[in-house]
């Protein structure tokens, strides 16, 4: 070969270089056939193809460098032009169908780009729904007579309900799926949900073949009362549900109190919804919207292919950061997102997904890898920026470039037709946000009344379960079983009833724990009361048997009839008790006691009384002093103090239990009885009492 020609050769690959070409097939080509063939004129023609490219790739600071040309990039439904060619660009229905995701930073523009596509579907009659969070797709009214805008309180939705054609036991599962994917609970509540609801619907005639659905506020009210022992595991699944429920029927309830919901209707009318959602809490939407989805998802399943293909249908999600939170992927416990499955295969049903998001990289995946179209606006962190770049497949050059972005400016990547990407501008569209909710219901009136909601029947059964619910936990504490412990724990209340509870645990041999369970028990299903009784600077815990609890110990044929007198009372039990303590004082001291003694009295008074406590002591079996003990708690009465004084006691006591009501009953005692001897009569807490046991003689 010439010197010449490997020099032409030379300075022809050095421009491809340049140019970036030298992967180019066809500049490839067209070097090799010089190389083989001097052809002057196809040398000529490559140099100035090369010359130019390697130009533009110098002067221009675009790295998108060469920008798309003609119709490389045109489409049916317009999105906007490319940057520096001007070469229109635009999807064909079918890369629509096959998923858009459109992320940028507030402010960018997606919502525009969203109007446009929006118009352009209107015109061409192709069926859309769009999730509204924020009011801004209201003016579509004022535009189309055929789009439909769903307050939230106008749009009905039963959950419980499954799509036409789906088996109501198959619904179940997916229904708690994407319960429990969407309001992150798992596997284990899944199942109890999964539970509650398959007897719901037993309830309901649903597996007899009735077509009347429960629905979420009937879930919810029935959870309300379902009874678990608290320390159980299922508890805690049961709160976790609870809470989830309480929060959708009090964001949405008039959305949900409905057997018969809109869904079917919706479908079958073919025509574009905006569901708005504002005023709902973001988890609430989300599963919402995930239902909605996922309803679409499975009627579309049940309808057939056929169908779907000549029913396309475009569904337009303002924000995806909730429906498509990453953190459903990373939750490995509760298995792959239902939402990850049902973008992945939706499209086969030629349902279209547009997905937005401020914050690209805190979505799914799925939402990413199962994207025929990205396009990425101006966003507000490198994070965001680097995570776009890397699934559209941009280098360091095209990043960079993508800080620069204006507002309606994005760069586009395209999984076919045109594979590299390029930076595109879009229009600016206007659209009516000021439409009030006065003219919203107006324009919507006559459209919903076309549609055929049941409201939520099945009362009666629903309360007879209820009552049901409430029987079951009522006999399962009838049938609560009485353990040896708890058996001789209330013996032993029986037969000494003035022990105090930590006496008693060691008198039964039982472990602290082993006793305060069987405590709990006999409390919580009203064997006992508990009191607290304060002597000498010591507090003493007491269980008193309640008329429950009395009959029990009889039907073990125990007998004693002073427990007629104490059952139930916390007052006779803290009387009796006094009675008892002095009893056990004084007889240390040798005195013989009797309880309930008749003091006469003379003329003075001329009634029958009893005193509380008499103690005599005796030597050599005459009795030497003899001392009266009244016990004074709310009811006293000074009579029998009296009789006492009357009836030659060597030392009247009365006993009360402290020092404010002391002073009290002394003061009445000593006014109504005159020229009293203090040192006869004495007022005394029990304290005061247990500190100066009388005198033996
Ligand atoms: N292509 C465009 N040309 C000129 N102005 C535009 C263009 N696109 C959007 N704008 C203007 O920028 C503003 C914000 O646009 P838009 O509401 O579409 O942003 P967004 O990305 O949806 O923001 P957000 O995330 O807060 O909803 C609007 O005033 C809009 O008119
Ligand atoms: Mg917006």
Redesign the pocket.
Known sequence: MEINRINEINELVQLASIADMLDNKNVQTMIHTIALDDDKELTEDTREYLTYNALGKITSPNPFYPPPKGNEVSGEIKLGEAIESGAPFGLGIKEITQHILLA??????????LYNLMNQLLKKGIPFFCFDF?KEFRGYIRKSDDVLVLRPENFKLNPLRPPEGINPLRWISIFSDVFCHSTSLLEGSNSFLLDKVYNLYKLWGVFDGRDTYPSFLELDKILQHVYIPLSSREARYLESVRNRLKSCVLNAEKMLKCDRDMFKDLMERKKSVIFEFYGISEHVASFLVELILTKLYFYRMAKGRNHSENNPLVVFM?EGRNVYDYRKEQNIASGIPIIDTITERIRDFKVSLTI?T?IPSEICVSAKSNTYTKIM?RLGNGKDISDMARCMGLDKNHEQFAYGLE??EAVVKLAGKYTRPFPM????V?MDKDVSDYELEEKMKPILAEFDTKPVIAKQLYESYIDGLNDRRRTKKKEEKISDIVRDLLTNIFTSPYVPMSERYENLRLSRMKGKLAKDFVIENKYVTEINIKVENSVYNFLVLTKKGLSFCEEQGLKDKDWNEIVGGKLSFRHKFYQNLMKKYLVQDGWTVHFEHPVIGDKRTNVNKKVDLVADYKIEGKVEKSIAVEVALSNYEVYTIMNCVDDGFDEVRVVCRDETARKRIEKDIYGAIDEIDRDFVIVQTINGFLNSLPQTP
């Open positions: 940028g930073m507030s402010g960018s523009g997606k919502t525009t780009i924020k303002d937005c401020q606006m507002v309606g501008k879009a229009p600016k206007d």
